[in-house]
Structures are given as C-alpha cells and as structure tokens.
C-alpha cells in the first residue's frame, strides 16, 4: 500500500486560505469516506483536525474544513493564524491495508 | 484527561529484540482499539499495528508482519509492542494512538511517542 500524495509544502499569509490536497486511489480515498487529518507540531503529539472526510472534533476551530472529490481528499486552512504552523497529515482507511497515511504537508505562515 | 504515554525506546543492534510500552490512563481502557504508528526521521507517518478493544484481533502492516507483535494489559491499562529481528528500517519515533472502531476509524487521541534507534 502506498503513501498517500500530498504536495510537500504550502504557505500563505495570516488571515489567507490554504488547502492541502491528498491523492489516493480507488483503494483508499476514492472508495472510503473514512478520511481524517492530523496536526503535528514536531516533538508534540499529532492532534486529530478532520475525521470522516469533513467532521471536526469539538474543539477544532471552524476555520479547519475537509472535503473529497473521487481519489483526492483536501483540508482547507481559513482565516490561517501563526499557530496554524506546523506539518499536516492525511490518513485513510484502506480495506485490508487498514490505513495508510499522507506523505505529510508543512504549512508555513509567512 | 486522556494519556497516553509511551516508554521503553532505546538505540537496539539490528537482529535484536525491544519492547515498547503505552501506559494509558482517563479513559475506560477496554472500550477503545489501540494501535502503534511510526515516523522515521525525515519521514511521514506510517501505521503499524492495531488491537481491538478486547484484545480479540489484531492486524499488522506488512513491513512489519511477523516480527513485531501487539498486545494489552488490561489489568495495568497498557498496551505493548514486541519488536523482533529489528532492521535499521524500523527506526523511528513510535506513537500510540486509541480510536473507538478498530477498522474504519480515526486516532483521537496520541502520545507523544518513543524513539527507536536500531544500529550498530
């Protein structure tokens, strides 16, 4: 089972839009609505921002959204805050494979 | 508050053995699956292992297949992970992780990892 594609780095400004975009297959992403994505700040514990393609756990701000459109999956960063810096992953459930995840984004906020 | 904490990492000559630990503690133990992720150094994250809720099943990533072996304690609340005929490729920070579903699921809730080195 392969990585899931994300582009290696996106950046943006405070208060500008981000979205990182997560390339599957009909194996994974295409085929499961079990898409989630994770924060992680280095040395810290990653944090769960998106599960089931779009839902936000309490306490994620609104700003953090998530969609899929066939094989690709995509977490959009609104309103983007210095905090918001850090490395961002994809995971999806993948039928036997159980889950396979991103190859993980760096957002930086300029 | 949910923790989880891990322990037992350490630098292991390749061909050996090591176990880790995960001691989990505010939540009802027995009613989540738990699972072992990875990230090598310079890396992305890589799933490695689950075990459901009861302990009834678990499953294991291929690269891993085999060698390392998942379990829980549920009298100590800690999960473990048996790493066997280690390779220089299983170096890396091991995470544990709980969902509510073993199959299907997402990772609410992680610690903050131990690193494994194996080299000679």
């Known amino acids: 089972q392969s990585a899931l594609t994300q582009p290696r780095s996106v950046s943006g400004s405070p208060g500008q839009s981000v979205t990182i975009s997560c390339t599957g297959t009909?194996?994974?992403?295409?085929?499961?609505?079990?898409v989630s994505w994770y924060q992680h700040h280095p040395g810290n514990a990653p944090k769960l921002m998106i599960f089931?393609?779009?839902k936000r756990p309490s306490g994620v701000p609104d700003r953090f959204s998530g969609s899929k459109s066939g094989n690709t999956a995509s977490l959009t960063i609104s309103g983007l805050q210095a905090e918001d810096e850090a490395d961002y992953y994809c995971?999806?459930?993948?039928?036997?494979?159980?889950?396979?995840f991103g190859t993980g984004t760096k957002v930086t906020v300029l | 508050q949910v923790q989880l904490v891990e322990s037992g990492g350490g630098v292991v000559q390749p061909g050996r053995s090591l176990r880790l630990s995960c001691a989990a503690s505010g939540f009802t133990f027995g009613s989540y699956a738990l699972h072992w992720v990875r990230q090598a150094p310079g890396k992305g994250l890589e799933w490695v292992a689950v075990?459901?809720?009861?302990?009834?099943?678990?499953y294991y990533a291929d690269s891993v297949k085999g060698r390392f072996t998942i379990s829980r304690d549920k009298s100590k609340n800690t999960l473990s992970l048996q790493m066997n005929s280690l390779r220089a490729e299983d170096t890396a920070v091991y995470y544990c992780a709980r969902s509510s579903t073993m199959v299907r699921g997402r990772f609410d809730y992680w610690g903050q990892g131990t690193l494994v080195t194996v080299s000679s």
């Open positions: 075990i459901a809720h009861d302990g009834s099943n678990e």
């Open positions: 009909s194996s994974d992403v295409g085929v499961y609505n079990y």
């Open positions: 089931d393609v779009y």
């Open positions: 995971c999806s459930y993948a039928g036997s494979s159980l889950y396979v």
